[in-house]
């Protein structure tokens, strides 16, 4: 089964702490996103990367930026988090290159900054 | 930029019933994929069903159903015989060959016993 891990369930940051969001999957997948859920709003994209080193911003990239140094491996950064910036953050990655191909998810990471 | 619209925030059927989640979408691409994911209380999103845009059959798996209408481009899912555990939110998904994947706000499905 393919395993997307997200480093933390539940974080609480302060306002204008830097703060890094990690998600971890095991299957080789090209494409990696980063979304943003919130009620009434559903899944906003913020970033997806398509390859290593290779990112596009999504709908709502303001004040967060990405890292893909390794394929496994996206990175969602919060430079300077505010408190607009609280809420689920869901992690995902598939197969590139294909349209076919679903979605896996972790477990979602809920911050909030105070 | 596609967007994909959920216009039922709420929906709830009876135990047993059937119920029908609606989407719409917005594209000029010709190539492109539709999904329906499930995202029960507090537990990870899994896919439901998927729809390819050429194809005119309907996607069908087992209890769920699609009713994709490409020209109106709406995509509607049907759950038959609904369990208790079909409650959950519902999210319509498009994703086309730039490899990125819109999701709708969501339809939250509540069945009653």
């Known amino acids: 089964d393919v395993k997307v891990t997200q480093s933390s369930r539940y974080l609480v940051k302060r306002t204008g702490e830097k703060v890094f969001l990690e998600c971890v999957q095991d299957?080789?997948?090209?494409?990696m996103f980063w979304y943003r859920q919130d009620p009434g709003l559903g899944l906003r994209l913020i970033y997806f990367?398509?390859?290593?080193?290779?990112?596009e911003k999504g709908d709502i990239p303001e004040g967060y930026s990405v890292s893909r140094e390794k394929k496994e491996r996206f990175s969602l950064i919060l430079e300077s988090a505010s408190t607009n910036q609280t809420s689920m953050y869901l992690c995902?990655?598939?197969?590139?290159?294909?349209?076919?191909?679903?979605?896996?998810f972790g477990q979602g990471t809920r911050l909030t900054v105070v | 930029a596609q967007t994909v619209t959920q216009s039922q925030p709420e929906m709830s059927v009876q135990e047993a019933e059937t119920v029908t989640l609606s989407c719409t979408y917005d594209?000029?691409?010709?190539?492109?994929?539709l999904f329906w994911y499930k995202q029960p209380p507090s537990r990870q999103m899994i896919l439901v069903i998927r729809q390819e845009a050429y194809k005119q059959q309907n996607a069908t798996e087992n209890r769920f159903s699609v009713n994709f209408q490409k020209a109106a481009k709406s995509f509607s899912l049907k759950i038959s015989d609904s369990q208790l555990g079909d409650a959950a939110m519902y999210f319509c998904a498009y994703t086309s060959l730039n490899n990125d994947m819109r999701f709708g706000a969501g339809t939250r499905l509540t069945v009653k016993p």
């Open positions: 995902a990655s598939r197969i590139g290159g294909q349209t076919n191909t679903e979605a896996f």
């Open positions: 299957m080789d997948h090209e494409n």
């Open positions: 990367s398509y390859d290593v080193k290779m990112k």
């Open positions: 594209t000029s691409e010709s190539d492109y994929y």
